[in-house]
């Protein structure tokens, strides 16, 4: 079932805490085709070097599928993937096109998937030519066209379709200028249909250049976008032979990137480009447990519903208002004087001026901050522009102080758009995109002065040892090199149940500190240290006493005796629920009121019978 979207799918914590609206629309899901090549070149496993074992391109395409799928079980299963294999001997499409083979139609990722894929990654080439076949001779213009009939048969609403095409042929239709013809027409309608297509070339020897290229970066748009925000360095990296580079590339590809909101930013008066806004880093949580019904397995559907205590009239959300307390009184609002009083802006981003880079301090975090990327379809020549301030900011090591609000009945929040340049690695992947990154800075309210009391304070000696540990023990962080090991822990075991193996596999926790390599880099300075700073008999193994409590401190209350409560005159008082559980039941028993199995709620109700009240 398709899902509906609150103002995208990456919104902050902060902001929905605020009960602000927002605006709901129709997300859809994304799709995913792997178009992978069942060549006989794909079959042949690279040169070994060092005498490591390289898996066949083939083997290596169905473990990036393999992947993906794993990873959209997590992140979201609502998005749908399918299998398409070409070069086959045997036909299995809707279109009976020769040569292809549609392994998986296009459905959510699910255990059966994961495991046909599993079976795959460990089949030999003879039994893959027993069972499908091998072929040279299928066209890319077909298998094309079948990928197109697979997002044509989804009943399902999209949001994104991507082909991931992977192969190590770099001129298929070598000599047959028909063919490469009808291959870029087709990957033309692609591209006017909303269809993306990605080229995952493996192989040392690989050239796009002689055909894949023409079909990625069609000849009209060729050098149009040579700027600093071109995709080509994506699309054109070169080709790859390690499972590892494969992987990433894929990921980088497959991934849906959705925007929390699309705004207008305001350079000066009646100067306006669009730009996109993204959520960087947000904080992953184990999804919500679901109630089943345990006959028939399907979700259990709550509905609440509020009455007024005295009529017993139903409430409805109109009958409500919100308060806050100022001066001892509940000033009341209605829902929509709390809307009104939260717009004091419009939705967008004002340019308010710039600072040097070096003058946006790490104190000043106060959340997490936001990316933003040109939206050229909302406002045309908003890339040019986006890209000329990117540029400016990048020459000059500015920032840029903005006033940002995202989406309506957000929070006005100030910012500093500082630039962040296009990285490439070694094979012209992109592993950084250029764009800004929006650092939310704090107000005036929001800073606190810490005053700090019986400071002790270290000696020059202390400082010194305490400076040469930090430099032996220095690394460089980077958050990818860190799993949270509650999460994969979790999801390892919901793995395990799904696909029916009998063990977890483990969890490798990179947060637990390596002792022997610590030792071994500043074991005696660590010892230096330690001597100068704590005493001779320090322990760390021994608990650390707390102090006893102070006599100053309040006395407890004392404890009522149950029988000496006036449960009655409680009760006519409109005290009942105050009583304890205990109490309440002690009394009922006493006049022979049956209490096993009661809550206190019924408790209290049949206390009131009693007396009448």
């Not at 822990?489 to 390596?514: C, G, I, M, S, Y």
Request: aromatic share 8%; proline share 5%.
């Amino acid at each position: 079932m398709d899902s509906w979207t609150f103002d995208g799918d990456d919104q902050e914590n902060e902001d929905r805490e605020e009960g602000e609206e927002g605006d709901w629309f129709w997300g859809g899901r994304t799709a995913t085709v792997f178009l992978i090549d069942a060549a006989p070149d794909m079959f042949e496993a690279p040169e070994q070097k060092e005498e490591e074992e390289e898996d066949t391109p083939f083997i290596c395409s169905v473990k990036a599928a393999h992947a993906t799928l794993m990873r959209k079980v997590i992140s979201n299963d609502q998005d749908l993937s399918a299998v398409v294999l070409f070069n086959t001997r045997e036909t299995s499409n809707p279109l009976d096109f020769p040569g292809i083979y549609v392994l998986q139609e296009l459905e959510r990722s699910g255990a059966e998937k994961i495991l046909d894929l599993e079976k795959l990654m460990k089949i030999s080439k003879a039994k893959f030519s027993q069972d499908y076949g091998q072929s040279t001779s299928a066209s890319i213009h077909d298998a094309l066209r079948v990928c197109q009939s697979v997002f044509t048969k989804c009943k399902s609403r999209l949001s994104g379709m991507s082909i991931l095409l992977f192969t190590c042929q770099d001129d298929p239709h070598a000599g047959e200028d028909q063919r490469k013809r009808q291959a870029r027409s087709k990957a033309r309608d692609l591209r006017e249909a909303g269809i993306i297509l990605e080229v995952l070339h493996l192989g040392k020897a690989f050239d796009i250049n002689k055909f894949y290229k023409e079909l990625v970066i069609p000849e009209n748009d060729d050098g149009e976008d040579e700027d600093l925000l071109s995709r080509d360095h994506r699309t054109l990296a070169d080709p790859t032979e390690r499972l590892s580079e494969l992987m990433d590339r894929v990921r980088r590809l497959e991934h849906k990137q959705r925007t929390t909101g699309r705004v207008a930013f305001t350079l000066a008066p009646g100067v306006e480009l669009s730009v996109s806004v993204y959520t960087s880093i947000r904080k992953m949580y184990k999804p919500s447990k679901v109630n089943l019904w345990k006959n028939t397995n399907e979700d259990v559907r709550r509905m609440k519903k509020e009455y007024l205590e005295e009529t017993g009239e139903l409430l409805m959300p109109s009958d409500y208002v919100k308060y806050q307390v100022y001066g001892g009184k509940k000033i009341k609002f209605t829902l929509d004087e709390v809307k009104n009083m939260q717009r004091i802006y419009n939705t967008g981003i004002q340019l308010l001026g710039f600072k040097p880079i070096d003058s946006i301090k790490p104190y000043h975090y106060i959340k997490p901050a936001n990316f933003l990327y040109p939206d050229e379809k909302s406002i045309q020549g908003s890339t040019k522009l986006f890209a000329a301030l990117l540029e400016r900011c990048l020459a000059r090591k500015m920032a840029a102080i903005v006033r940002l609000i995202a989406r309506q009945g957000s929070s006005v929040s100030l910012a500093a758009l500082v630039p962040q340049a296009e990285e490439l690695d070694n094979r012209k992947t992109q592993v950084v995109a250029p764009g800004f990154i929006a650092c939310h800075l704090p107000f005036a309210d929001d800073l606190r002065n810490i005053e700090q009391q019986n400071r002790t304070r270290a000696t020059s000696d202390q400082v010194d040892a305490a400076k040469k540990v930090l430099k032996k023990l220095h690394f460089l962080y980077s958050p990818e090199n860190f799993d949270n090991p509650d999460l994969q822990t979790h999801w390892e075991n919901v793995k395990a149940l799904a696909l029916n193996r009998k063990q977890v596999d483990p969890v490798d926790d990179f947060t637990l500190p390596n002792y022997d390599i610590m030792e071994k880099k500043a074991g005696p300075l660590i010892t230096q240290f330690k001597n100068l700073v704590y005493p001779p008999s320090y322990d760390a193994n021994q608990p650390i006493k707390r102090p006893a409590a102070s006599s100053t401190s309040a006395p407890k209350k004392p404890k009522l005796d149950p029988s000496a409560i006036d449960v009655a005159a409680e009760a006519k008082a409109g005290r009942a629920d105050k009583l304890t559980v205990d109490v309440l039941k002690r009394w009922l028993q006493g006049r022979g009121v049956q209490v096993t199995g009661r809550k206190k709620a019924q408790l209290v109700q049949d206390v009131m019978d009693e007396v009448g009240a």
